[in-house]
């Protein structure tokens, strides 16, 4: 079965860093562009930043210049560096796989918190 497991998770000071990790098991990676959403109480979800499968990047105009996604496809892992962070960063942040001309094969991590606060 498909698994995709968030962590790097946790409370933290505006103006901090954290750094999320995602790893995902149960399908072939490399193929799979990678992303990073997120959901504030009360809000959608929205997205934050993805990764192609040739390490093509984008970003929401919130975190831009903020965030920075990654991937090491000999891991299975995609990782979100998230600097600069500001208490409207706080959400629940869900790793998500999906093919570019397919919604057949999307796939969701459980989530992790992010709490930017004093």
């Known amino acids: 079965q498909v698994q995709l497991v968030e962590s790097g998770g946790g409370l933290v000071q505006p103006g901090g860093s954290l750094r999320l990790s995602c790893v995902a098991s149960?399908?072939?990676?490399?193929?799979?562009?990678m992303g990073w959403y997120r959901q504030a109480p009360g809000k959608q979800r929205e997205l934050v930043a993805t990764?192609?499968?040739?390490?093509?990047?984008n970003y929401a105009d919130s975190v831009k210049g903020r965030f920075t996604i990654s991937r090491d496809n000999a891991k299975n892992t995609v990782i979100l560096q998230m600097n600069s962070l500001e208490p409207e960063d706080t959400a629940v942040y869900y790793c998500?796989?999906?093919?570019?001309?397919?919604?057949?094969?999307?796939?969701w991590g459980q989530g992790t918190q992010v709490t930017v606060s004093l």
């Open positions: 998500k796989a999906d093919r570019l001309f397919t919604t057949a094969y999307t796939f």
């Open positions: 149960g399908l072939t990676f490399n193929i799979y562009r």
């Open positions: 990764i192609s499968s040739g390490d093509s990047t």
